[in-house]
């Protein structure tokens, strides 16, 4: 037999940028030159054009670097109160040493005191990865994300600012083990448990009086300073020197350039704090048209906002949703978080702002209806273009979005999917607060492809648990069997084998009773599947049989293909080859005739085939039907199947006495799982090329 041996130029590895098949050919996979390569990531933020002072802060920053650990990066910890000007003071010395770090900056944004609580763990590798390009398929697992972002920085030197941590629990996991590396955290509080481990603390006081004063000129100009110096420095006191105090003042008194600033309204509330006194002053400045936008805007349940959400919200026209919300961030009390591909420009109400706002009590559950109405309306377009088999249920129609985001192709919906998952939960919440059952089911059901084709697992499992509860208390039985099995598919995914089959037995119950013989067939194979993923076989066989004949009564080719997938590698793992490869071959043509084609799981059966040919003894034919799948998978970008495929092509080789070939491609597939961050993989990878070596 021919086996494919990898060579050093010659093989299908993982990369930081994706699957890339190298220089000549692996058997007949025709190969692809490596994408260019992407540019480092540069997400710090600008610097303000008013940055006043901060000199003696920043000596004592570039004192920390000295004396570093030499095994894993620096992390460095900016205190202070709020609006003190943490982030600012950050962002810029930063900047003065990013040259230091040429494979990037990156930012993320804990969230402490948002909408819907801090960032969990799981979410800020997350975004520390697709800062970096790892796009595709992120492994679900938290474990596994915090793996892959700690082999992505490893060997790169980088810069991470991390801001408005909330506690040491969303840090330390992500801490690099490279010196090459440095962290910088903002926070309003120190965090022992940081400094137990070697991070820097430095706190940010209040501006000197003669730097308030001088933040004061930048903003108000130097001529009206020079024309008030007493009323200057007594505005100046009166904000405590803080930062956000004296730049709210500051823009209260340019919006009124005739009045004297001893006239200001901070000089005759002496009985307030600054930030409250001088919010709650920007507040009753605003023109109504930028306040009733701010005070329905602090009503929407979720941690960003973005020029969409806010006008199908507030049912505001779109174009004056975008001026609105810049202006309110010019008098900072919106901040500018950052710019996104679909969703735009994104904002954060200040907690300072949200606190002093209020709204009448009737006021709340006609926007968050409208704001539901408009995830689930984008929502419904991703499903439709990324997933559109997915069963419709029945919707409300309400307020549909005058303006819908644009989701032009798979990309811009896989990016609004990435950037509202924080947002889900949330909006969830206030839907149960809200009794408003139905469009939660519908919003959970419409986000499939942010669950199954970007991996959320560790977000299915607990909306779908939501959803069922809001699908029984709605009472509609179509939603309560959907919201049983997709709970029971998350589960699946999960390893928790039991919870999941006692889903599907509850879905194939509802649908013996509804007489539906599609979503019987459905919670069959679903049973077989689950029982297949448990490596229980001998129980799978009959469920899958029984699943095939359902399929083929409806006459779903495509349902039938992905059961017999499963039957024939069920019986070519107990050694029932006979019965494995017609069943395999079946399902090849199952699948290759479907309009449209779905080569994706063509693929899955021709490797599954060429795993049954290989335990049969037909070396040659399983190889040359392996690297076909291969191929496609390579073609597709789909990571995870491509180190799969390429473990199977060891196993072909080890059958077939070919130890070295075997090692080769372990090794090749165990370097792609590692680059997924699919630690479970890696470790299985090690036990087979430790059998190897014990031959």
């Given amino acids: 037999m021919t086996v494919p041996v990898p060579s050093a130029s010659n093989r299908i590895t993982g990369s930081r940028s994706g699957p890339v098949v190298q220089a000549g050919q692996v058997r007949d996979i025709h190969v692809h030159p490596a994408a260019p390569p992407r540019p480092a990531p540069r997400q710090l933020a600008a610097i303000t054009r008013v940055f006043t ?167 108000l100009g130097e001529d009206r300073v020079r024309a008030e110096p007493a009323a200057t420095e007594a505005l100046a006191r009166a904000c405590d020197g803080n930062p956000l105090a004296l730049s709210l003042a500051a823009g209260e008194a340019v919006l009124a350039p005739a009045r004297p600033l001893a006239h200001h309204p901070a000089l005759a509330a002496t009985d307030l704090e600054s930030i409250p006194m001088t919010t709650a002053l920007a507040l009753t400045s605003l023109p109504e048209p930028e306040a009733r936008l ?138 149960r607060e809200l009794d408003e059952h139905q469009a939660a089911v519908v919003l959970v059901h419409d986000l499939w492809p942010l669950f199954h084709r970007l991996r959320r697992t560790d977000l299915s499992v607990p909306c779908h648990k939501l959803g069922l509860g809001f699908a029984r208390l709605w009472g509609h039985r179509l939603a309560i069997y959907e919201m049983t099995t997709t709970l029971a598919i998350s589960h699946k995914h999960t390893g928790a084998h039991e919870e999941a089959l006692r889903l599907y037995e509850e879905g194939r119950t509802l649908a013996t009773e509804d007489q539906d013989p599609g979503r019987i067939a459905q919670c069959t194979a679903g049973i077989g599947a689950t029982l297949y993923e448990a490596e229980q076989y001998a129980a799978a066989e009959p469920e899958l049989a029984r699943a095939i004949e359902l399929y083929a009564e409806l006459g779903d080719r495509r349902g039938a293909g992905l059961a017999e997938i499963l039957l024939g590698s069920a019986a070519a793992r107990r050694n029932n080859t006979d019965l494995a490869l017609p069943l395999l071959q079946q399902a090849l043509a199952d699948l290759e005739s479907l309009t449209p084609p779905d080569p994706l799981n063509a693929a899955r059966a021709k490797v599954f085939l060429g795993e049954a040919q290989s335990l049969a003894g037909r070396h040659d034919l399983a190889a040359g039907t392996i690297n076909d799948a291969l191929r496609t998978f390579a073609d597709l970008g789909h990571r995870h199947w491509v180190a799969y495929a390429t473990e199977f092509l060891g196993q072909a080789a080890e059958r077939a006495g070919l130890p070295e070939a075997a090692a080769d491609w372990y090794g090749s597939s165990q370097d792609q799982y590692r680059n997924l961050g699919a630690t479970r993989d890696v470790e299985r990878l090690n036990g087979r090329l430790l059998a190897l070596l014990h031959q």
């Fill in 53 to 219: 002072d901060r000199e003696r802060d920043v000596a004592a920053l570039d004192g920390l670097l000295t004396g570093l650990p030499e095994d894993t990066a620096p992390v460095i910890v900016i205190t202070g109160a709020g609006g003190i000007g943490k982030r600012t003071l950050a962002t810029r010395w930063s900047h003065r040493h990013a040259e230091r770090y040429p494979d990037g900056q990156l930012l993320v944004r804990l969230r402490a005191g948002a909408v819907g609580g801090p960032a969990p763990a799981a979410e800020i590798a997350r975004s520390l990865l697709l800062g970096l390009g790892e796009g595709g398929h992120l492994p679900w697992q938290e474990s596994d994300l915090q793996a892959l972002w700690r082999s992505a920085a490893a060997t790169r030197r980088l810069l991470v600012m991390l801001e408005d941590a909330a506690s040491a629990d969303q840090i330390l996991p992500l801490v690099p083990a490279n010196a090459d590396c440095l962290v910088v955290v903002t926070s309003r509080s120190p965090m022992p448990a940081l400094a137990a481990h070697g991070a820097h603390h430095h706190h940010l006081a209040p501006l000197t009086p003669a730097h308030a004063v001088r933040l004061l000129a930048r903003i």
């Fill in 294 to 431: 701010l005070r329905l805007a602090a009503l929407i349940p979720a941690p960003d906002l973005d020029h969409f959400a806010v006008a199908a919200a507030t049912a505001t026209p779109a174009t004056q949703t975008l001026n609105l919300l810049h202006e309110l961030a010019a008098r900072h009390l919106l901040e500018h978080t950052r710019r996104q591909s679909t969703r735009g420009d994104v904002y954060r109400i200040r907690p300072e702002v949200r606190e002093l706002i209020r709204n009448p009590a009737d006021a709340r559950r006609r926007v968050v209806q409208c704001y539901l109405d408009h995830l689930i309306a984008t929502a419904q377009d991703t499903v439709q273009r990324l997933t559109p088999h997915h069963r419709v249920l029945p919707r409300q129609h309400r307020h549909h979005p005058a303006e819908p985001v644009p989701i032009t192709d798979d990309r811009a919906a896989q990016d609004w999917l990435e950037a509202i998952a924080p947002a889900v939960l949330p909006a969830l919440a206030a839907a």
